[in-house]
Structure formats: structure tokens, C-alpha cells
């Protein structure tokens, strides 16, 4: 059986990549590795543990020793890496984290497969799983093309940066078969509440002030999550080596006005009277180096491999809000202990 080894499966998106491999592919050994952080969650997969082609390994992709017996254990036919520390605001209070998992651990990734494949790359695959961050800020006008210089404002995307350079550079010298997408916004099911959407859905029940950073007036593009695991399906079975994808909702939205429509929506699904949940939007201090907008020209997937979002903004979000009410389970969960902490630190 081919295997495809797939890491930080146990997180938001890495959730939805996992259920999709394993389902669309029974033929395909999915292994999935995750060292299960604060945002790896072996609950977003339960639906999936027990399939006949799934495997999970709990271990870290900065254990150098560890990535190489596993890649020396089996013989991995493609490998997408989605393990990484995620959140722009942790990588302010705490860089150096962001650089072990997100250039070390992604070396430690690059250097087993290289070792592993040994110049063999017929049928290989590198996919390495990126984001538009990594293009820094757009001002009012223009889109991010795949052209765009690299120009990273925080921790987080100055180590996602770096780690798209070395999978570029093991591409160019030792001709590693590589591709790079980089992606907008992700939200739907399973998104860790530390991210404006999650986080505001959660206070919005709970009744608790919702902290807009600076004057609200950041742009963001958002693509619900499933049609970005779509695009990594498509990409890695038919995109070309050595190339990048831009992947992009079509969906600009300043922060203050999505916020006022998730209000809205709570407030329906709620049955709060119209309005209550607006009274919970509290400006807050700005978050340092922010971005002012991103917005992603995903045209060059569109036009080489057909894909385009399967559903709207207004269908997303309405999935996105009634999932989060049908699995307080969940939210309750992931919402005691640490990020306890985590929130008093982060919003004092
Ligand atoms: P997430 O934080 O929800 O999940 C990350 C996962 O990686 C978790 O399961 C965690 O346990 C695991 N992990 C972290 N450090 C690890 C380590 N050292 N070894 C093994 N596993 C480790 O992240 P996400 O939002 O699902 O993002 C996944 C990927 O997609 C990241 O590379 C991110 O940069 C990229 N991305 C995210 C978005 C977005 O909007 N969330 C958009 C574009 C790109
Ligand atoms: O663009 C892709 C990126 O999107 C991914 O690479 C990151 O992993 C992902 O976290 C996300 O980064 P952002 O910083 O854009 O997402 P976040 O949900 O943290 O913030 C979205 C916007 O909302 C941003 O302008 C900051 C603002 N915000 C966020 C939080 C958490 C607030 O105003 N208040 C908040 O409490």
C-alpha cells in the first residue's frame, strides 16, 4: 500500500486534510503525525480513528532522531506538512518556538525525505502547506500573486517564511520534487478559539466582550476550511513540481463589519434579541506589526487545476456557527485548563 504521511493532522486544518485523504483515498496509508500541542486535539478525528487505512504517530517534527527512523521505517510516497505554531499573537509573546517547530521542524522534514528517497523522486512529493502572510501587508489596493516579494511582519510568518525558502532551496539543489501553496484565512469546524471567529462565536455565547484590535478596519480573506482541504487534495495529485499556488476565498471582509454579521447571525441562532450581541464589541489595544489587509489572486489554481470555493461566505459561516453550537462539548473542552491563562495573559 502507497503511504502518504501527512503532519499536524490533529489541528484545525490538518483535521480536515486527514478526513479527506483517508476517505477519498482507502487504497492510500494515511499516516497521520501530530505531537499534539495546545492546537492538536485527537478529537477533531475520532470519526476517522478506526478506519482500515489510517495511522496516527504521536511525535515532534523538531526530534531530528525521531523524523528520520520514521522515514526509515516506511517508505513515504508524498509528505504534507501542515504541523506548525499557527497564531500570530503567541508568536509575539514567544518567537522562538515558531522557529523550532516552523523552520527546524520543517528541515528535519525536508533532510529525512531527501535522505530517505536518495535521488529516487519518481512518483515523490513534498508539499509543504503555507500561508499569504508570508507577502506581508497589501495596502487598500492590489492582490497577492504568487509573484509577490516575500516581505513577513511578525515571528509567525517571518518562520513561515524561512521554512518556504528551504523547501524552495532543497528543490533547487538537490532537486527535491516540492510545492509550495499559500493560503488566506481558514475558518469552519474545529478552529481553535485563540482565531477571531472561533474566539468571538465562544464569547458571543458566554456573553463576553468581544476585543477588537485597533480601529477594526484590518482586511482579511476568508475561505471556509473544507474548500482548502479541497485545494491541497487537487494541488497535491495534480500540481506541478517546483511551482506555488496561491489558494484564496474571493472573500475580503474588514474585521469590524464581519464581526457585526456574526453578531447578527448569534443573535438569530440565539434567539437574542436584534443587536445584543453588538453591545459585546470592545476596542482593544492594537496587536504590534499588524497587517493591514491581505487579499489572495488565486487565479493560477483556478485556471491550471479548476478549483474555486464550493460555497459561499454566507453558507460558510452559517455551518461554521451552528457546528459550534451543536459541539459546546468540544468548545467547553478546549476552553478550560490552559487557555485559561492563555486568554488572561493575552486580553488581561
Ligand atoms: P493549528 O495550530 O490548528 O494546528 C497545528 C497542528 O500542528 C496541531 O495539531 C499541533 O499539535 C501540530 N504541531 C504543532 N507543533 C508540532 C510539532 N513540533 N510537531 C508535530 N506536530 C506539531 O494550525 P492550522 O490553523 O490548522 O494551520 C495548519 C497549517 O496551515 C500551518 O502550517 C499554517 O501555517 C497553515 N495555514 C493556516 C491558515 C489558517 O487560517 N489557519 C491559513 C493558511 C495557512
Ligand atoms: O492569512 C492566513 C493566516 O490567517 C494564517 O497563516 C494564520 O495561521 C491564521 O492564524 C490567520 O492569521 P490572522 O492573524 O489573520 O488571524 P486571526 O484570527 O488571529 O486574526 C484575524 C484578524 O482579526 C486580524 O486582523 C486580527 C484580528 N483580531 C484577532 C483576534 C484573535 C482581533 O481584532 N481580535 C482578536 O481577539
Known amino acids: 500500500m502507497k503511504k502518504i504521511l501527512i503532519t499536524g493532522g490533529a489541528g484545525f486544518i490538518g483535521s480536515h486534510v486527514v478526513r479527506r485523504f483517508v476517505n477519498n483515498y482507502p487504497d492510500v496509508q494515511i499516516y497521520n503525525l501530530d505531537a499534539l500541542t495546545y492546537a492538536g486535539n485527537l478529537e477533531n478525528i475520532r470519526d476517522i480513528e478506526n478506519a482500515p487505512n489510517y495511522v496516527f504517530v504521536k511525535g515532534n517534527i523538531t526530534d531530528t532522531a525521531f523524523v528520520d527512523s520514521l522515514f526509515s521505517e516506511h517508505d513515504f510516497e508524498g509528505v504534507i506538512n501542515l504541523a ?12 522562538l518556538i515558531f522557529v523550532k517547530t516552523n523552520v527546524i521542524g520543517t528541515m528535519n522534514l525536508l533532510n529525512a525525505a531527501k535522505d530517505s528517497w536518495k535521488g529516487n523522486y519518481e512518483g515523490k512529493r513534498f508539499y509543504h502547506v503555507s500561508t499569504d502572510e508570508v507577502y ?43 510545492i509550495i501553496t499559500n493560503c488566506s484565512n481558514n475558518y469552519g469546524p474545529y478552529h481553535f478559539p485563540e482565531k477571531l471567529i472561533p474566539l468571538f462565536i465562544n464569547n ?23 474548500d482548502h482541504a ?35 447571525k448569534m443573535d438569530e441562532k440565539l434567539g437574542r434579541e436584534s443587536g445584543e450581541s453588538e453591545k459585546l464589541i470592545t476596542y482593544v489595544k492594537d496587536r504590534p506589526g499588524h497587517d493591514l489587509r491581505y487579499a489572495i489572486d488565486a487565479s493560477k489554481i483556478n485556471k491550471e487545476l479548476g478549483w474555486e470555493p464550493s460555497v459561499t461566505f454566507e453558507q460558510g459561516l452559517e455551518k461554521t456557527i451552528d457546528w459550534y453550537l451543536q459541539n459546546e ?8 485548563g490552559a487557555y485559561k491563562e492563555y486568554y488572561q495573559k493575552q486580553y488581561q
Open 329 to 336: 462539548e468540544w468548545l467547553n473542552s478546549v476552553t478550560s
Open 136 to 178: 506581508g501587508t497589501l495596502g487598500k489596493e492590489g492582490l497577492f500573486t504568487e509573484t509577490t516579494p516575500y516581505s513577513p511582519n511578525s515571528p509567525y510568518s517571518a518562520s513561515k517564511a524561512a521554512s518556504d525558502h528551504f523547501v524552495r532551496a532543497y528543490g533547487e539543489t538537490y532537486g527535491l520534487p516540492y
Open 204 to 226: 458571543i455565547i458566554n456573553n463576553k466582550p468581544l476585543p477588537v484590535y485597533g480601529d477594526g478596519r484590518y482586511t482579511r480573506d476568508w475561505l471556509f476550511v473544507e
Open 230 to 264: 479541497a485545494a491541497i487534495d487537487l494541488v497535491y495529485h495534480n500540481g506541478k513540481n517546483h511551482e506555488t499556488y496561491n489558494i484564496g476565498g474571493f472573500n475580503e471582509w474588514q474585521n469590524i463589519d464581519l464581526v457585526k454579521l456574526l453578531c447578527t
Open 84 to 95: 506548525a505554531e499557527s497564531h500570530v499573537d503567541r508568536s509575539i509573546t514567544d518567537p
